[in-house]
Nanobody, 123 residues
Framework: QVQLVESGGGLVQAGGSLRLSCAAS????????VGWFRQAPGKEREFVAA????????YYADSVKGRFTISRDNAKNTVYLQMNDLRPEDAAVYYC????????????????WGQGTQVTVSS
């Protein structure tokens, strides 16, 4: 199985940028579909972005399209989420997740989850 560790969260002003990292260990991340999700206080966890296994097709929630970019570095066994033009409504705990199939990558049906990293956006 794969273990996932997120990092890169923090406090940023509105309009700023952050890059989140999801480091995988135990298995090659290229063999997994990886998704980023977020959960704000009092809200359900929601899909943010995903990258499919092998081919690396990407998917985004409408709310982040054009501002966030998901990418994968196979040499570093890491998936990134570059977040630009951050807004207060982007504040949440961000989680990465992985699964071995490409189906349903925009749903929360993933097999492996990281512990999350906090993103705070000040207005």
């Amino acid at each position: 199985q794969v273990q996932l560790v997120e990092s890169g969260g923090g406090l940023v002003q509105a309009g700023g940028s952050l890059r989140l990292s999801c480091a995988a260990s135990g298995r090659t991340v290229n063999n997994y579909a990886v998704g980023w999700f977020r959960q704000a206080p009092g809200k359900e966890r929601e899909f943010v972005a995903a990258i499919t296994r092998i081919l690396g097709s990407t998917y985004y929630a409408d709310s982040v399209k054009g501002r966030f970019t998901i990418s994968r570095d196979n040499a570093k066994n890491t998936v990134y989420l570059q977040m630009n033009d951050l807004r207060p409504e982007d504040a949440a705990v961000y989680y990465c997740a992985a699964k071995t199939v490409n189906s349903g990558v925009i749903t929360n049906r993933y097999d492996y989850w990281g512990q999350g990293t906090q993103v705070t956006v000040s207005s």
